[in-house]
């Protein structure tokens, strides 16, 4: 991975407060005069933590006093449930179970940039200082629950939560005590957990698709990228792609007999496979057919085709997709790629329909979901 920077500024929009507030009167902000890896030292309940920064490498980075970290630290407790689970006994014997790049990228979750107390955060991903495979820094799932305590990653597996409302102001940065060891999720949990709309949808609709898409989407070995989209949105691409997602059998259950006879006789042909590439939504609203009936007729493997619409193989950045000037989907749809004066990523297809995506994306361990901000019809 690269080599971190201690003053690197990373802009976490969820947070309240601007990071380095003055905290002395805060009665759940305890003042430390030292770095955070000297409360680390310190804190008995931290031995293993402070173990584990040592094996990483990033010794110096938790101590810089011009650093400016806010560490979910990662109880003694906690790290005795990850032996268990992986069989170990020590914190060296996990760092040589996982190996140096995986296990220092571990410690890594556990920290972002920024000097933040519990309070300062709302339900949210945050950018960590661990790495995807791209260079992109992973996001960790932060829900605040009424300011008594913080659960991350939805506290399954992958995630804890604070211990309290308690924050250790260090002289660069805090220290926040957690139950559990931090690992990041996959696509399919970043879009399960997420209360974004968008996601929620998506998840939702996959059921409709074979098990085969979330099956994917779950496997941290299987990259992607994922445009989210919302009723709208997804009814979007099914009106404007329909030729690449309708099969001939669900365009047979949809029309009755004199929509169909209709329908060929437009198009100058006998049967209906021969006028699929180049069906249009406008074709079906002109015989009275509406996008809820379309939906209702689409079997599985439509619902797949419309699913593998949003995806793309590869974990691709903003700056990669710009390079690349042109990305397809796993469904087999092409977008040209370029931005906008707002920053945002402009997706567009080959009838010059546009799919305008927010700037940032949520990283997973297996890939990137963007959220669909527009879509322009042509």
Known sequence: GKSLLAGAVIFLASCNKDNDNDNSTNPNV???STTVKGVLEEEARYSHMNEAVEESGHSAFFADANANITLFAANNSAFEKLFAKMNVSSVAELKSQMGDERFANLILYHALTGKFTVSDFNNDFEETNAESDNGSHLDVLIVNENNARLVFNGNDENGASSVSNVTISAQNGSVIEINGILEAQSTFENMEEGDREESTYMVNFMANADASVKAMLENKNEVNTIMAGNKEEVEAMLSLHISNILDVQ????????????????????????????????DDLIALNINLAQILSVMDKDDNTTLMNSFIFSGNLDKNAM??????????????????????????????????????????SVNGSVYTIAEVQEQ
Do not use: H, Y
Not at 252 to 281: H, R
């Open 250 to 281: 669900a365009l047979e259950n949809l029309l009755d007999n004199g929509q169909k006879t209709t329908l060929l006789s437009n198009f100058g042909v006998s049967v209906l496979a021969d006028l699929m590439a180049d069906l249009k939504i």
């Open 322 to 363: 710009i390079s690349k000037g042109s990305i397809t989907s796993r469904s087999g749809i092409s977008f040209d790629v370029s931005s906008n004066t707002q920053g945002n990523l402009v997706l567009t297809d080959a009838d010059g329909n546009k799919f305008i995506l927010d700037s940032e994306s949520t990283q």
């Open 30 to 32: 305890t003042p430390k």
